[in-house]
């Protein structure tokens, strides 16, 4: 089992940048990491994936504003999100999963506003 933490939430104008950060309690080489986001009165939605390998995928809505990284000898997976939108807004949420185990962090929480 793998406990996950997550930073980096905060208030940001729309068109900034944010970077969330992912820390587990342990390794995370054999682990598929990932960033899911709820909003408000919505399901929770893939932001973005990273297999064990770095491999990358993204919904469509965050092509080429966020990037989803892993360093494996921290044990941590990051998210960075540029050009922020009020869409965006939502809590995020880590999830590492090997087989048909899933874990879940907490969640921080983004909010676009000007």
């Known amino acids: 089992q793998v406990q996950l933490a997550e930073s980096g939430g905060g208030l940001v104008q729309p068109g900034g940048s944010l970077r969330l950060s992912c820390v587990a309690s342990?390794?995370?080489?054999?682990?598929?990491m990932g960033w899911y986001r709820q909003a408000p009165g919505k399901q929770r939605e893939l932001v973005a994936t990273?297999?064990?390998?770095?491999?990358?995928n993204y919904a469509d809505s965050m092509k080429g504003r966020f990037t989803i990284s892993r360093d494996n000898a921290k044990n941590t997976v990051y998210l960075q999100m540029n050009s922020l939108e009020p869409e965006d807004t939502a809590v995020y949420y880590c999830?590492?999963?090997?087989?048909?185990?899933?874990?879940w962090g907490q969640g921080t929480q983004v909010t676009v506003s000007s």
């Open positions: 999830n590492a999963k090997i087989a048909v185990l899933s874990y």
């Open positions: 990273i297999t064990t390998g770095g491999r990358t």
């Open positions: 342990g390794s995370i080489t054999i682990y598929a």
